[in-house]
């Protein structure tokens, strides 16, 4: 079992900074923490979406509309999850969730299908 808590999120203006931390724990979160770990947001009225992945070997995915804004990176030793956003815009408003799963590096995609536990999210809102 794997349980995620996401914290960091908030109410910022368009054009701020927000990190999102997702703290990971369980008898089995060495083993997926290290696997494949992702971002995923949904916006009111849409469906949720994936943002950013980061494998065990270190490689990082981001979807489109976030490259060159989402970082993501963990620390492995607090088994913590991070997800930095810049330059933040109204559409960027939503609640953001830190999944994870069990994956080889070339099927930890942003998909949620290669996800097996979910957090239970941390609001952001922004506000123009």
């Known amino acids: 079992q794997v349980q995620l808590v996401e914290s960091g999120g908030g109410s910022v203006q368009a054009g701020g900074s927000l990190r999102l931390s997702c703290a990971a724990s369980g008898y089995a979160i060495v083993t997926y923490f290290t696997s494949c770990m992702g971002w995923f947001r949904q916006a009111p009225g849409k469906e949720r979406e994936g943002l950013a992945t980061i494998r065990s070997d270190g490689s990082t995915t981001y979807a489109d509309s976030v490259k060159g804004r989402f970082t993501i990176s963990k620390e492995n030793a607090k088994n913590t999850l991070y997800l930095q956003i810049d330059t933040l815009k109204p559409e960027d408003t939503g609640m953001y969730y830190c999944?994870?799963?069990?994956?080889?590096?070339?099927?930890?995609?942003?998909?949620?299908?290669?996800?097996?536990?979910w957090g239970q999210g941390t609001q952001v809102t922004v506000s123009s």
């Open positions: 999944a994870a799963g069990l994956r080889t590096p070339g099927y930890c995609r942003i998909l949620e299908t290669d996800f097996t536990y």
